[in-house]
């Protein structure tokens, strides 16, 4: 007997996220469209288009009906009615979907992707869904312009401006790309709440071009793919991280573990992918005396967000 498909995505939370894999897995259903065209249901709900060939995430998705279900629920319990989020590196779109439902109509969902051929699916994808999102046909880095994305073959979300090698099969494609703080600012975004951020190394480069979005937007959350192994610099690239954020692992339950900076060595050692949650730090200054009226009785302290 098959359990109850989910009648709204923030209703993972209220059962075990093995509940939430399984009821994923008994309602998962594929169609071939032909020319390596799939459609499938994912968490019991959306109508996701991926490719076949893909052997990373859609081979998964096919299969089970869900990806990363500890990253799902996370991006469930803090994407809020009317945030406008940015999902950076889109794929296919599979968070693309969740973040448009859990922001509602009165919020706003970009799905940042340069592969054009993705871009494709991602407009397939939002149209046959009740909330749709936007779609920017764009990387992301520290300058507007373009550059070469490099596209492994049958692992399409491993496609990267700045690969840590070249292999025989890879394919190239000319990909347009701008800063985030010039996104924002094109597409009048008013703020940016949440951000999820994928881009296969190029997360250096994408946080120096979003000062401004981060000066800003004090009350943004990334939750970003941290791959050391891949950075040009990963000690700096770490250094700059603890200095500007409270930096957290989102654990495989979905709870989160706020590293210290005695962390930092052992982040820039791992070999393999780590998921981080990332919220701007804030330090406090006392108010100078003269700002303080006579009949407070104690000390107060201004928040101050660097």
Not at 16 to 40: D, F, I, P, W
Not at 225 to 254: G, H, M, Q, W
């Amino acid at each position: 007997m098959l359990n109850l498909a989910f009648g709204q995505i923030r209703d993972i939370t209220t059962v075990s996220m093995q509940e939430v894999e399984l009821r994923s897995m008994q309602h998962t259903n594929c169609t071939y469209l032909g020319s390596n065209l799939m459609l499938c249901k994912i968490l019991t709900r959306y109508k996701l288009f991926v490719d076949s060939r893909d052997i990373g995430v859609a081979a998964n998705i096919l299969m089970d009906g869900f990806w990363e279900s500890w990253i799902t629920r996370f991006v469930v319990q803090h994407v809020q009615p009317g945030n406008i989020c940015i999902d950076a590196g889109a794929n296919f779109g599979y968070y693309s979907l969740i973040m448009a439902e859990l922001a509602g109509h009165e919020g706003k969902t970009i799905a940042v992707e340069p592969n054009s051929y993705l871009c494709k699916l991602l407009a397939h994808t939002s149209s046959v869904n009740g909330y749709g999102f936007g779609i920017e046909k764009r990387a992301l880095s520290d300058h507007r312009g373009e550059m070469t994305l490099m596209i492994p073959e049958n692992f399409w979300g491993s496609a990267s401006l700045y690969p840590g090698k070249i292999e025989k099969n890879m394919h190239q494609e000319t990909v347009q790309v701008e800063t985030l703080d010039g996104m924002v600012e094109r597409l009048e975004l008013p703020r940016v709440d949440f951000i999820k951020m994928d881009c296969e190394g190029a997360e250096p480069m994408i946080f120096a071009g979003m000062e401004k979005t981060l000066q800003q937007n004090p009350q943004i959350k990334i939750v970003m793919e941290f791959s050391p192994f891949i950075y040009k610099d990963a000690t700096a690239f770490t250094d700059y991280l603890f200095s500007r954020f409270e930096v957290s692992a989102i654990n495989n339950d979905a709870s989160t573990k706020l590293f210290s900076e005695n962390d930092k060595e052992k982040l820039v050692q791992l070999t393999d992918h780590i998921d981080l949650f990332l919220e701007v730090k804030r330090v406090y200054a006392p108010v100078e005396k003269e700002e303080i009226q006579e009949e407070t009785p104690v000390q107060m302290q201004t928040e101050i967000v660097l």
